[in-house]
């Protein structure tokens, strides 16, 4: 089945653009999504990309697909402290109606 | 529009007992799922229902059960509760066809003693 990878954690600065990565097995995956969990909360969709795209711009979001190096990155512009939580990344595998969730990346913005 | 609502947020139980977790989907959604989180294994899908029957199941135990109801709500029930079913029990509704994101509710936060 699908497996997704990410890094567990990555710190930047406020102001500056953070990057987070995944890694996806299944070159079938039709759909790659991004979800953001704050504390206490669920998951909120952030955005997807369709897997015959390469990007995807959404305000301070963007969303690069390799499809080749089945490498997804999600870029965040002028990263905020609001923007501290833990981001996942999922998969949709061809065929399949659940999407594969990494373990997500906890972005941690400090002034 | 409404989102998915869970409830109840909190539930405190004890080993061997039963609990029943509910799921309001976003209004026009079909398809329910539902997940473990847990900070040692992540996100877990448990099953999904669609149109009141399960059409996907992950790799959990028969004491982990759900049902979806004619107006698309669902319910999970875990029996005989354990020490590590302890965690948070995100609840995901989507439109149902595999081209529509799924989208979370709050979840239930379980804890066993």
């Known amino acids: 089945g699908e497996d997704v990878e990410q890094s567990l954690f990555l710190s930047v600065r406020e102001g500056d653009s953070s990057v987070i990565n995944c890694t996806y097995t299944d070159s079938s995956s039709t759909y790659l999504y991004w979800y953001k969990q704050e504390p206490g909360a669920g998951l909120q969709l952030l955005t997807y990309i369709f897997s015959n795209m390469d990007m995807k711009q959404d305000q301070r979001l963007t969303v690069l697909l390799n499809k080749k190096d089945k490498h997804l990155s999600l870029r965040i512009a002028d990263t905020q402290t609001g923007d501290s939580a833990i981001y996942f990344c999922a998969g949709l595998p061809g065929g399949s109606y659940i999407p594969t969730f990494g373990r997500g990346t906890s972005l941690i913005v400090h002034p | 529009k409404a989102g998915v609502t869970q409830t109840p947020r909190y539930l405190i139980k004890t080993r061997g007992q039963q609990v029943t977790l509910s799921c309001s989907p976003i209004s026009g959604h079909r398809s329910v799922s539902w997940y473990q989180q847990t900070p040692g294994q992540g996100l877990q899908f448990l099953f999904e229902?669609?149109?009141?029957?399960?059409?996907n199941k992950g790799n959990f135990p028969g004491r982990f059960s759900g049902r979806q109801f004619s107006n698309s709500r669902s319910e999970m029930n875990v029996s005989t509760l354990e020490l590590g079913d302890s965690a948070l029990y995100l609840c995901?509704?989507?439109?149902?066809?595999?081209?529509?994101?799924?989208?979370f509710g709050d979840g239930t936060r379980l804890s066993i003693l």
């Open positions: 229902y669609f149109s009141e029957t399960q059409r």
């Open positions: 995901a509704s989507s439109l149902g066809a595999g081209d529509q994101p799924q989208h």
